[in-house]
């Protein structure tokens, strides 16, 4: 297996601000690739004093779309993660899976809320 690679948020994102799903697309499109090749990845949250789900859901979330949870376990460590931060880790995680477990139950939740407004779920 090759070297573990190390993935900073702050350096990738350019800023301590963790909050914009197109910035967690960046780190998804890091890892995405890392994974594929079955490269080790240590994943930084050094410096980072703002995060939220959106970003997380993009970051890391996806992933459970598109990799077993065996694979992300085993590759992808998390480190300089305040404990706030871990929860919110673990809850974008735990709803990625849920989703991906049956996407289509989740699509058909949300256009029962929100009616017509929705056409592209």
Do not use: W
Not at 1 to 13: D, P, T
Not at 23 to 44: F, H, M, N, P
């Amino acid at each position: 297996m090759s070297e573990k690679i190390k993935i900073s948020l702050f350096e990738v994102v350019g800023s301590p601000f963790c909050v914009a799903s197109d910035d967690g697309q960046k780190i998804y499109d890091r890892l995405d690739t890392a994974l594929k090749e079955d490269q080790e990845v240590v994943l930084s949250f050094h410096n980072v004093t703002a995060l939220t789900g959106a970003f997380l859901s993009a970051a890391i979330g996806q992933l459970y779309g598109t990799f077993n949870e065996e694979k992300i376990q085993s590759l992808l460590k998390v480190e300089d993660a305040k404990p706030d931060d871990l929860r919110l880790l673990k809850s974008a995680v735990n709803n990625a899976k849920l989703y991906f477990k049956n996407p289509e139950r989740f699509k058909q939740a949300i256009r029962e809320v929100m009616g017509d407004e929705v056409s592209d779920v």
